[in-house]
């Protein structure tokens, strides 16, 4: 990745806590992604030109806002982070919500084949909205490592059946997880209602005007090569640092090409071109990203990096693992959790809210 020579700035909230430590009017503590429950006292002011870090610092958060005061780019993030996330197609974002991923493949790394035919992807994602799915993402391509292209036909005879059997069936809103312009198009006028790209629209040429066309709300992810190769030899300058400008560029091309900025969530990518190094820096800095000023959607459950963790080899053996990441995402205040194990993961975060909060917080 090329970094131009002109320093660049970034803030990371640090040291949260739970809103019932805090005063919701205090300038001593950050309000992250302008959620009234997590707050941050200390934020990372983080400079650097180049690859390298030239400067971080760790500071209360007054002194941050202070340094806000003359330092317009430290200002802009600040307001950012601050600022409340807006519903995502009518879903509010102002608690985590989870993704349920309903795969329609024969070779996803944990539940290839098991959900391939539609009757059974149908039925399964009904009963995943049943275990508290807020989203229900559909895809017909496996993006695992080493994974090979499908074609466009064939993708869309896997998905387009799944969701026309959802539509008017189900309250959760439907994605459609691809990388093809076409298939965007069709599962849109299927009854899709978000796009969610691991290319972040750089896959099909097509794919930014199908986008900014459709009005739908749009997830880029980042990863850094293709899935057939992306694990071969990750390298990165700082890979915290170098996932933010990317998405940063990705979110300008968007803005350019009509897409408004509201519309558009992102997603760092776990596993996508990450060594499980890489992996453990973006989940350990994931409050960065709020600074780019859109919902945040986390991926990680059941993935390998669980696995080198703990030396569960099988995917679905990976429950406790992918729990206990989902529930630092949500600390960190991310939005939105795409998980396999709904009902597991809405029990957790239900107990989670209620003990941030000090009440109990209805589970819908």
Not at 13 to 30: E, V
């Amino acid at each position: 990745m090329s970094h131009s020579a002109a320093p660049r700035s970034y803030l990371r909230p640090a040291a949260l806590m739970p809103s019932l430590q805090t005063d919701d009017s205090s300038d001593l503590f950050i309000r992250v992604a302008g959620r009234s429950d997590i707050a941050a006292a200390t934020a990372e002011i983080i400079v650097r030109m180049g690859t390298a870090r030239d400067e971080a610092l760790l500071l209360p958060a007054a002194e941050a806002r202070e340094r806000a005061r003359y330092e317009s780019e430290i200002a802009c993030l600040l307001t950012r982070h601050e600022a409340p996330r807006q519903p995502l197609a009518g879903l509010s974002l102002d608690r985590p919500r989870i993704m349920g991923i309903v795969n329609v493949t024969p070779d996803s790394f944990s539940d290839g084949g098991t959900f391939a035919s539609a009757r059974a992807a149908i039925d399964h994602a009904l009963q995943l909205e049943a275990d508290g799915a807020d989203i229900l993402d559909i895809g017909g391509e496996s993006t695992r490592p080493g994974a090979e292209p499908v074609s466009v036909e064939e993708e869309l005879r896997r998905v387009l059946p799944v969701i026309e059997g959802l539509a008017g069936r189900t309250k959760a809103l439907i994605s459609i997880d691809t990388r093809k312009a076409e298939v965007m198009r069709r599962a849109l006028a299927a009854g899709a209602h978000i796009i969610n790209d691991v290319a972040a629209l750089t896959y099909d040429a097509a794919c930014l005007e199908i986008a900014a066309r459709s009005k739908a709300p749009i997830i880029l992810m980042h990863a850094q090569g293709d899935p057939r190769t992306m694990q071969s030899a990750p390298r990165y300058g700082d890979c915290l640092l170098d996932v933010c400008d990317w998405l940063t560029a990705r979110i300008a091309v968007c803005e350019a090409a009509g897409i408004d900025r509201a519309r558009l969530v992102v997603d760092p990518g776990i596993g996508f071109g990450k060594t499980l190094t890489h992996n453990l820096e973006l989940l350990t800095g994931l409050t960065l990203l709020h600074g780019l000023g859109v919902p945040l959607l986390l991926g990680a459950s059941r993935k390998s990096f669980i696995g080198m963790l703990s030396g569960t080899k099988n995917a679905h053996e990976r429950l406790p693992g992918s729990i206990a990441t989902a529930l630092h995402g949500a600390a960190q205040g991310v939005q939105i959790l795409r998980v396999h194990d709904v009902a597991e993961t809405r029990q957790a975060l239900t107990v989670w809210e209620s003990m941030q909060r000090g009440a109990p917080h209805p589970s819908t």
